[in-house]
Nanobody
């Protein structure tokens, strides 16, 4: 699976962005999808994941209630709607594909990342 993330940019604190990750190469709907992020000088961390059908989602505590992950299997795309952004959300965001939400930490495929910068 090839993954292409997009939608990053510069936004003021309190604003919103929607990230997209387009997949190609294999059957998108058979994979759980996830988003991770890596801030400058920090390790990559889990943000959110969604199962193959879109019926189950899980979030990091730091984004719960502000971010929403969703997917459109007809378009082979997963989204991350980010609201009420904070400066600490500044990071490079990566999408990933895995066999299940339970194995997302060891994802099989990774996108190239898109930079989100939140100004205070």
């Amino acid at each position: 699976v090839q993954l292409q993330a997009s939608g990053g940019g510069l936004v003021q604190a309190g604003g919103s962005l929607r990230l997209s990750c387009a997949a190609s190469g294999r059957t998108f709907s058979s994979y759980a999808m996830g988003w991770f992020r890596q801030a400058p000088g920090k390790e990559r961390e889990f943000v959110a994941t969604i199962n193959w059908s879109g019926t189950s989602t899980y979030y990091a505590d730091s984004v719960k209630g502000r971010f929403t992950i969703s997917r459109d299997n007809a378009k082979d795309t997963v989204y991350l709607q980010m609201n009420s952004l904070k400066p600490e959300d500044t990071a490079v965001y990566y999408c990933a594909a895995a066999a299940s939400v339970g194995t997302m930490a060891r994802a099989d495929y990774w996108g190239q990342g898109t930079l989100v910068t939140v100004s205070s």
